[in-house]
Structures are given as C-alpha cells and as structure tokens.
C-alpha cells in the first residue's frame, strides 16, 4: 500500500522560510515524478512544483518560482520542499503525491503551513 | 496558462438520481503525443483527494462504473449515473497537458 506522510509544517512569519519533508513507501519511489499541491483554508486545488524520478527536471507555478525549491532523496524516500519569503496567500494544506502520465496517482494527508505575524 | 472552469460549482442531487459535471479548459487539452490529459478527482469532507478518472475517460481501480468521463478539446464532462450518499464531496477536473498543470475550481456535490 502507497504510504505519503508529510511533516515540518507549521506557523512562519511573513518573510520567513520553512522546509517540507514527505516520506513515501509502499512503492519504488525512484521510479516516479514527485509533487507539491496545496489548498488554502477553504479553497480549490493548486499545483505548486513537480520534480522527476531522478531529480533532472523540476517544474514550478508561476507564484512560487524563485522562492520555493522542490528536491528529493531517493535513497532516503524522501520528497523536500524549501519555502522561502513565504507570504500569506502561502498559506494552506500542503500534499505530497505520485505523479504519472501528466497527472496524480497517491496523495498524502497533507501538512498545513500558516504564514501569519 | 491553461484556465479550467467548471459548472455548476454547486450541484444539490437526490440519491439515485444522475448528476452531471461539466469543465472547460482555456485552450485545447490535446498534447503533442496525441493525448488528452483530464482528470477527475473527487476529495469527501476531511479527506485527501482521491483520483477518478485520468486520460478522459479512463476508471481509476476500485472506482465504481457509475463514474464516467467524457469530451475531447476543450470541453469535458464527469457524469454519475446514481448518486450515493458516499459521492458527497467536492469534485475537480486537472488539465496535465501543458504546465503548470492546473485544476478547476471544483462543484459541490451535496444531497438534496
């Protein structure tokens, strides 16, 4: 069974930086591209970074390029993301999932990052 | 960038009846190779989402077949023909043809 758990959330102040971590199991992690997709309190799906299998190739939304940095370890089985100048609208469920043929496979349950004074 | 737009954003249904789910994208969803990259995903209250329906039109394992996907270009369509009290939730549409891949803004399905 595909295991995703993401951790290092929490509340930052504007400005501030935070890294994600999402350990993943179940499946052969080197073998596929990885994802960041967040949802704001209340809100719609947004997808924020994407990374390939080996980490050759990384792909941002517009709104975090420049600030966010996605990377992983396979021989750990671990997916990063470093968020730096984080702002408000940063704010939100962060999930870690597989990714696939263009699209999501697994999700995890998410860890929720707060970006407030 | 790719805009999906989905309607209606809000679909109060009777149990056993169809429901249908429509969603748009700003340009065409047809990639170089020849494919279309819609998904479907459904997220129940409290919960993750889960994915339906990839490449259009094909089931997830473990989606029952009252879930369908449909449409080409730029118009696309999730029907379920018998709402049941578990399809209660928020569902969304995904393009993954052109990055930044983008989601739709999602329909609520709730039971009238």
């Known amino acids: 069974e595909v295991q995703l758990v993401e951790s290092g959330g929490g509340l930052v102040q504007p400005g501030g930086s935070l890294r994600l971590s999402c350990a993943g199991s179940?499946?052969?992690?080197?073998?596929?591209?990885m994802s960041w997709v967040r949802q704001a309190p209340g809100k719609g799906l947004e997808w924020v970074a994407n990374i390939k299998y080996d980490g050759s190739e990384k792909y941002y939304v517009d709104s975090v390029e420049g600030r966010f940095t996605i990377s992983r370890d396979n021989a750990e089985n671990s997916l990063y993301v470093h968020m730096n100048s984080l702002r408000a609208e940063d704010t939100g469920l962060y999930y870690c999932a597989t990714s696939a043929d263009h699209s999501i496979i697994d999700w995890g349950q998410g860890t929720l990052v707060t970006v407030s004074s | 960038d790719v805009v999906m737009t989905q309607s209606p954003l809000s679909l109060p249904v009777t149990l056993g009846q169809p429901a249908s789910i429509s969603c748009r994208s700003s340009e065409s969803l047809v990639h170089s190779n020849g494919n279309i990259y819609l998904n479907w995903f459904q997220q129940r209250p409290g919960q993750s989402p889960r994915r339906l329906i990839y490449?259009?039109?094909n089931r997830d394992s473990g989606v029952p077949d009252r879930f369908s996907g449909s449409g080409s270009g730029t118009d696309f369509t999730l029907k379920i023909s018998r709402v049941e009290a578990e399809d209660v939730g928020i569902y969304y549409c995904?393009?993954?043809?052109?990055?930044?891949?983008?989601f739709g803004q999602g329909t609520k399905l709730e039971i009238k």
């Open positions: 490449k259009v039109s």
């Open positions: 995904m393009q993954g043809t052109n990055w930044p891949y983008s």
């Open positions: 179940g499946f052969t992690f080197s073998n596929y591209w």
